[in-house]
């Protein structure tokens, strides 16, 4: 904010107080660097480029960025880590010491409340005990300590509101604490300076100290809870962190084992998993046999049975079986470290909603403070002896009802909430703006490979044409394909080697996107692909194509081998479908989706699995940049589109729908490409997003009508327009209790998403 400002050592900027960080690397000078806003994302980031310590930002404003504890200097609030993996052990420093001034603040105002409330309680005694005089300086001495100590928090942001004129809720509290104290300090010092309009009729001039005291022990109260049910959002991710193994048992070259620690593990390392043990990392099994409960990231209570070549994950529990594995991601890197991280991004991202309830709560406070001020020059015109008095209370009265605490707590406390709920689901949200979407979809393209079925194809036929040997169609199409990594193209290896055929080394690979492959075996140029590749070399199918379509209805891919520029033959590969597709579906059709598969398979097999799975439409024959126009296409119908897919071909498609859903056991740029990931990959965690959006998006809306229904009724109460009816005048202590009470129930009512039913 002020880059004049350049020292050679550590310190605080001397114009605005604000934390000097270093200038840069190449240089020794420090100098205060604090972003202005950005034109496209509003960023006010001062963390240098280099930097790799701890990272504070706003949950309300995650634009809000530095390295070092304080308030967001756009609605006041405490900054919190930005990654929840650097979170230290123990309770949030914040919250200790609000719980700290919370309880000294109830300690001195119980006695400032029966001095100044003992004659309405029958206590009158109490303040003739000590005399008038008497008692005014006692409440003085108990109510300054309340304000300039236990409320210092909320006054030093209110300050800051003020001085980089982002008015917030901390402007209105300070406003109205500051302005009861002041008048109370400044009547119990030199009352004899105060006009008729703030006497009473015995010419007492009322005090304040306790309306101060309590209003900020109550917003104090209001903070703790509201900082315990954030730490409670948390919950979920820290115990996913704390279920991580503490240490490994690694492999040594000469079969010795040693337990070391799980930062020591570097990818490679071949690791013991004993029964019962935790996985420590992500790796590969590569020897035994075993269950493993893999409920605590992907939701589902059934242990998975793995052999050798099975995917193991950190921090998941090993059964009865002894395995061994191989590392293949360690540290950061790791599925947990990464839904640790991916969780905590979504958390401190911004629903569009919270856009709304950011305009209204700019345009709300400024409001406030005039209706404040003209609440204090019609009581003082127009009210009864004493109206200066009068005029007083209903304008502090004003500032502290009105303060939209509530209204902005509506929106991050639910998407906090949801986002923890969802990974201890198997449904991990990338952001906030995903999760609003996802409720307005109603188009729902899926892919068949890796979606509906399993993604492991496995070989079910091989058809020779006449003059062709079964076994060299099949080794001429394997020892082809091991140059690809696509499924089905590991389904023909795999089905080559169960048959032990030996299989040669393929020359001038070629992969056709979408079509097939071509190469040369043996010295033969062999291809291998679909009707569209066949056609492509001026072959004749016809003769195959009865032959093909039989096999088609059984839902089975086939492609044609040709060898020496002839069709030798067909394989047919078949990927069985998922055992929980089929209700998975059923739901998504009873949540209203219109379900389209997206394949690039022959129609006649999209069908036949279509048919059997109920679902709505297919696009067969389809190429992986097909996808995404497909996507344009139902969008520029005014459809609202997701994308579920889990290969790298459909991540440009995921990018263009308004929802992209990646399964977890996909590729990464898919994930990348994603809103969603559903850690399991199967479609019922579509389902569980479905529902946790949809009430995600219900709760929001709940909070955002209380707060702003609370707001429009507590503004004029408080600004006194019952008086003239009801006599009824809200007193700022009441009006506290009043404001504090709504951010509670906007928090508890957040908190209900942690048992929502998904």
Not at 331 to 357: C, F, H, W
Request: aromatic fraction near 6%; charged fraction near 20%.
């Amino acid at each position: 904010m002020h880059p004049e400002i350049r020292r050679p050592e550590p310190g605080d900027c001397p114009k605005c107080n604000m934390h000097l960080v270093p200038e840069g690397e190449a240089t020794p000078h420090h100098g205060h660097r604090h972003a202005e806003p950005d034109a496209t994302k509003g960023s006010y980031d001062a963390v240098p480029a280099n930097y790799a310590g701890p990272v504070y930002t706003c949950p309300m404003h995650p634009e809000v960025r530095q390295t070092h504890p304080g308030s967001c200097p756009i609605c006041g609030m405490g900054l919190e880590l930005e990654s929840a993996a650097m979170e230290a052990e123990g309770p949030n420093p914040e919250l200790l010491d609000f719980t700290r001034r919370f309880w000294v603040g109830v300690v001195l105002t119980v006695p400032l409340l029966v001095l100044t409330m003992g004659p309405y309680l029958g206590l009158g005694g109490v303040r003739e005990l000590f005399g008038e005089r008497a008692t005014l300086w006692i409440e003085f001495a108990l109510g300054t300590p309340v304000v300039l100590w236990c409320g210092w928090p909320f006054l030093l942001r209110g300050w800051t509101s003020f001085r980089t004129m982002h008015l917030n809720m901390f402007s209105l509290i300070a406003m109205g604490v500051t302005a009861a104290w002041t008048f109370s300090v400044v009547a119990v010092l030199v009352p004899g300076i105060f006009p008729d309009g703030f006497r009473d009729a015995a010419g007492h001039v009322g005090v304040y100290f306790e309306a101060a005291a309590v209003i900020v022990t109550l917003v104090l109260l209001g903070q703790v809870m509201e900082l315990r049910a954030r730490e409670g959002t948390g919950k979920a991710i820290r115990a996913l962190l704390d279920m991580a193994a503490k240490t490994a048992r690694v492999l040594r070259d000469d079969g010795s084992e040693e337990e070391v620690p799980l930062e020591h593990v570097g990818v490679g390392d071949r690791l013991r998993i004993r029964p019962g043990d935790k996985v420590p990392v992500d790796g590969v099994v590569v020897e035994g046999r075993s269950s493993i409960d893999e409920s605590m990231i992907s939701g589902e209570p059934v242990p998975v049975e793995k052999v050798a070549g099975d995917v193991v994950t950190g921090a998941t529990i090993n059964g009865t079986g002894s395995l061994i594995m191989e590392a293949t991601r360690v540290g950061a890197d790791t599925m947990l470290n990464q839904i640790v991280e991916m969780v905590a991004n979504a958390q401190r991202s911004r629903a569009p909603i919270q856009k709304y309830a950011d305009k209204v709560a700019g345009i709300f406070v400024p409001a406030v403070i005039g209706i404040a001020v003209l609440s204090f020059i019609g009581w003082a015109l127009w009210g009864p002896a004493p109206a200066l008095s009068y005029a007083l209370i209903a304008a502090v009265a004003v500032l502290i009802i009105a303060c939209p605490c509530a209204l902005g707590l509506a929106t991050p406390m639910s998407i906090m909430t949801a986002t923890g709920r969802g990974a201890q689901a198997g449904v991990l949200i990338k952001n906030a703006e995903a999760l609003e979407r996802f409720e307005k979809v109603d188009t729902l393209i899926v892919d068949k490979t890796g979606t509906l079925t399993e993604g492991k194809p496995r070989l079910v036929g091989v058809f020779p044409e006449k003059g062709h040997d079964k076994a060299e169609v099949l080794r001429l199409a394997a020892s082809l394909e091991r140059g690809s990594e696509h499924p089905l193209a590991e389904a023909i290896v795999r089905g080559a080697e169960d048959t032990g055929i030996e299989m040669t080394e393929a020359r001038d690979f070629e992969a056709v996107t979408g079509k097939g492959v071509k190469g040369k075996v043996d010295g033969k140029p062999v291809a291998l692909g679909n009707l569209k590749l066949v056609q492509e070399m001026g072959l004749e199918a016809a003769a195959l194509a009865e032959k093909a379509n039989l096999r088609r209805d059984e839902g089975e891919t086939v492609m044609f081998v040709v060898v020496n520029g002839h069709i030798a033959g067909l394989v047919s590969v078949a990927d069985p479908v998922k055992e929980t597709t089929p209700a998975a579906l059923k739901a998504l059709h009873d949540l209203g989706f219109r379900i389209i598969m997206a394949t690039g398979d022959n129609e006649r097999t999209a069908k036949a699995v279509a048919g059997r799975l109920g679902i709505d439409e297919i696009r067969a024959d389809v190429l992986p940049e097909d996808k995404a126009r497909i996507i344009k296409e139902l969008q520029d119908g005014g459809a609202k589109v997701a994308m579920a897919g889990d290969g790298v071909n459909d991540a440009p498609a995921l990018a263009q729908a308004d929802v992209g859903i990646a399964m977890g056991t996909g590729a990464d740029v898919a994930i990348e490409s994603a809103g969603f990931t559903l850690v399991k990959g199967n479609l019922d965690g579509i389902v569980r997003a479905r529902k946790l959006a949809r009430a995600t998006m219900r709760n929001i809306r709940q909070n955002l009508f209380f707060a702003l229904i609370y707001n429009a009724a507590g503004v004029p109460v408080a600004a006194g327009v019952l008086f003239p009816v009801l006599g009824i005048l809200v007193s700022p202590m009441f009006a506290a209790f009043a404001m504090s009470a709504s951010s509670i129930s906007v928090v508890i009512n957040a908190l209900r998403l942690r048992s929502a039913r998904i």
